[in-house]
């Protein structure tokens, strides 16, 4: 099932791609995305400004990332890509 994450500035429907325990692991996958034309958002944005670094997999909440949904599939096939290299 594809969560949805409704982006009011682009009206686009955008849809979580992938979870990440680590910000820092999230803010890498979301750069590459981004450095292939794929606009990419996270959620939460920050969590180290709240919690502190490292307090995501503390709390046992991850770092979700959202696509628009027309670029879901080169997405999931690029995240695919990184995580077998």
């Known amino acids: 099932m594809t969560e949805e994450r409704p982006v009011a500035t682009t009206g686009a429907r955008w849809v979580k791609v992938a979870e990440y325990g680590r910000e820092e692991q ?7 995305l ?7 958002t996270l959620s939460p944005e920050s969590q180290h400004e ?3 670094p490292g307090s995501a ?4 909440k ?5 696509v ?9 096939g690029l995240i695919e ?3 077998r290299t």
């Open 68 to 76: 628009p949904e027309n670029r879901l599939l080169e997405a999931r």
């Open 34 to 40: 981004e450095l292939e034309g794929i606009p990419v």
């Open 62 to 66: 991850g770092v979700e990332l959202y």
């Open 81 to 83: 890509e990184l995580e």
């Open 50 to 52: 709240i919690y502190g």
């Open 26 to 32: 999230a803010r890498l996958v979301a750069g590459r």
């Open 57 to 60: 997999a503390f709390l046992g």
